[in-house]
């Protein structure tokens, strides 16, 4: 039977949710389909920042960044969906010497693409791209990004300085970009040996000069169904789209309430269509207008509609994380979020309306969904 898998990490563990099958009745392919099932918390009392689900083979393995505060940072996966979980003997993770660095946290979890299907990347705090050929049992740090020349100009954001996305391509395993907190994207063709900061027509309008070559202050990236080289960019004040792989970017944020956030998600199977959730403000860091609502695009960013079917109506105040809104790879799609009040909404029709899953939870950090079987 299909099933679909949802981890939502949390500030206090890990949350799995499970649908099995088709549902009957009104809004059958709605979030409102099938019937879903929660088991949690595991890692009691550890915040999880970064979830990957990894399908590329028979056996689905989840991966699981965990942060212990009288253990510290580790990384945990299960090849059962959960029912059981291993950690490597000798930290995942870990700076080499040399670097005087130590892991605070492990920010992202990303599966490479099909061309390289043991590969997992780990994006890390302090500002570190990771590379792993076992699926994520063992990572060993990308030097050229660590002692790219502009690292010593990084400064951290109000998160930290992280490297918290990581976008691959299907096409090739050489092309690699990443999303650095607040040093902007960087990319690399050549399988990490070499990085250029890619942020042309991305601004940053708390900085002197609102156009750097780097130091934009990046929240997250997703990537287009249809073509790889469209991405979609959720920067500090901006909404932008690629259609080069980065090397050029364009505002598309006209027709939101607001074009401060942290999240963006793309549909997995329709081109041009993608996912937003605007906050008031950095300063103000609400949903805007006090309303929950996931915004769409489905012409690469040239308009936007709110979806707010099913979603609270009263005032709200629970803000989505850069890591809290996610698709499945359903068709119809599955999406999802969480938010810092501890609720979890899901629609299973791209978005079309929501019901929600869960309330009450610590506060939400990270979700991933997939469908297994």
């Given at each position: 039977?299909?099933?679909?898998l949802l981890t939502v990490g949390t500030r206090k ?62 990384v945990f996966h299960s090849d059962d969906l959960g ?291």
């Amino acid at each position: 039977m299909t099933e679909v898998l949802l981890t939502v990490g949390t500030r206090k563990g890990l949350f799995i949710g499970r649908r099995t099958g088709p549902g009957t009745g009104p809004g059958t392919g709605p979030g409102k389909a099938g019937s879903w099932e929660f088991e949690g918390p595991y890692f009691n009392s550890q915040a999880v920042y970064s979830i990957a689900i990894d399908t590329r083979r028979d056996t689905p393995r989840l991966l699981v960044g965990g942060d212990s505060a009288h253990w510290g940072p580790s990384v945990f996966h299960s090849d059962d969906l959960g029912a059981s979980w291993s950690e490597a003997k000798k930290p995942a993770v870990t700076f080499p010497k040399d670097t005087g660095a130590s892991l605070e946290r492990v920010w992202q979890l990303h599966p490479a693409g099909p061309a390289a299907p043991d590969v997992v990347y780990a994006g890390t705090e302090p500002a570190a791209l990771f590379r792993s050929e076992d699926r994520g049992e063992t990572f060993e740090l990308v030097r050229p990004l660590w002692e790219h020349p502009t690292r010593s100009k990084w400064v951290p954001g109000g998160g930290g300085e992280a490297v918290h996305t990581v976008v691959t391509d299907r096409r090739s395993a050489d092309a690699v970009t990443v999303a650095v907190s607040t040093a902007g994207v960087f990319r690399s063709l050549d399988g990490g040996a070499d990085w250029e900061p890619s942020n042309k027509g991305v601004s940053a309008v708390f900085l002197p000069d609102p156009d750097p070559e780097f130091g934009q202050c990046v929240h997250k990236i997703a990537q287009d169904a249809g073509d790889p080289d469209r991405l979609y960019l959720q920067n500090h004040w901006g909404v932008y789209r690629s259609d080069d792989a980065g090397a050029s970017w364009k505002d598309i944020g006209a027709g939101l309430p607001s074009t401060f956030g942290f999240a963006v998600a793309a549909h997995p199977h329709r081109a041009d269509t993608a996912y937003v959730f605007p906050i008031t403000a950095d300063s103000d860091r609400v949903p805007a207008d006090h309303k929950c609502r996931v915004y769409r695009t489905s012409d690469a960013g040239s308009s936007w509609e709110a979806l707010s079917a099913g979603l609270p109506r009263e005032e709200h105040y629970g803000t989505v994380l850069r890591d809290a809104l996610t698709t499945d790879d359903a068709d119809p799609a599955g999406v999802y979020f969480g938010n810092r009040n501890g609720e979890v909404y899901a629609s299973a029709d791209d978005g079309d309306s929501w019901q929600q899953l869960a309330s009450h939870l610590p506060d939400v950090l990270c979700v991933r969904a997939a469908v297994i079987g």
